[in-house]
């Protein structure tokens, strides 16, 4: 079945610091989005792409839809402590419904 | 807050317990969507309901039983569980199965099975 390779698994930083992150599919995706999921709570939405090549910003959080249609990237600036948790990337193929698939997740942590 | 609530937010459970978990929805959706969470893997769909009727099972033990009185509420009812059920369990509801991506997500029961 389809896939998502998202990586890093997992970054340690520094406050301040600029953070990227990315979803590479072996599949043709119409949609991808991006969550975050803090300790203890479900994912939120951060980012939703409906286009190739499409660039989103959402605050300091910047995602783009890949031209391939195959890979999404989120990037971070200037990270700050409350940007700690787990950020995932999701994508839906053609003729999939709702059917969404998820990225293994990215752990991130931020050292003030 | 999302729209999404999921009770209890932990369970702790024996092999032998039937348990509930509920999601209410307040967004007015159509879809509801019931997904496992286990650590270091990624989400995995179990059931979709679209307006009401089952429209995804995604090869779910029959242990695990969905019930969907109405567009805004989702069951899943727990029996005889097996102690690698343990995991995060999360509710999520969209417009519809077909016409909407987005999918917005509730707080997660933690359920334990001993």
């Known amino acids: 079945g389809q896939q998502l390779n998202q990586s890093p698994q997992s970054m340690f930083i520094q406050e301040g610091e600029d953070v990227s992150m990315n979803c590479t599919s072996s599949?043709?995706?119409?949609?991808w989005l991006w969550y975050k999921q803090d300790p203890g709570e479900g994912p939120v939405l951060l980012i939703a792409?409906?286009?190739?090549?499409e660039l989103t910003s959402n605050g300091r959080l910047t995602a783009q839809f890949g031209i391939t249609r195959k890979d999404s990237f989120l990037n971070i600036s200037a990270s700050i402590p409350s940007d700690v948790g787990i950020y995932f990337c999701?994508?839906?193929?053609?003729?999939?419904?709702?059917?969404?698939?998820f990225g293994q997740g990215t752990e991130l942590s931020v050292k003030p | 807050e999302t729209g999404v609530t999921q009770t209890p937010r932990h369970l702790v459970m024996g092999m032998t317990n039937k348990k509930s978990l509920k999601c209410e929805q307040h967004l007015g959706h159509n879809a509801m969507y019931w997904y496992k969470q286990s650590a270091k893997k990624p989400l995995e769909l179990m059931f979709v309901y679209n307006f009401k009727e089952q429209t995804e099972n995604n090869s779910v033990p029959s242990r695990f039983s969905p019930e969907c009185p109405n567009s805004s509420h989702l069951f899943l009812h727990l029996h005889t569980l097996q102690p690698e059920d343990s995991a995060l369990y999360l509710c999520?509801?969209?417009?519809?199965?077909?016409?909407?991506?987005?999918?917005?997500f509730g707080p997660g029961t933690r359920l334990t099975v001993l």
């Open positions: 599949s043709i995706f119409n949609t």
């Open positions: 999520a509801s969209s417009q519809s199965w077909t016409s909407s991506n987005e999918q917005f």
């Open positions: 999701a994508g839906l193929g053609y003729n999939q419904g709702g059917k969404l698939i």
């Open positions: 792409l409906y286009k190739a090549g």
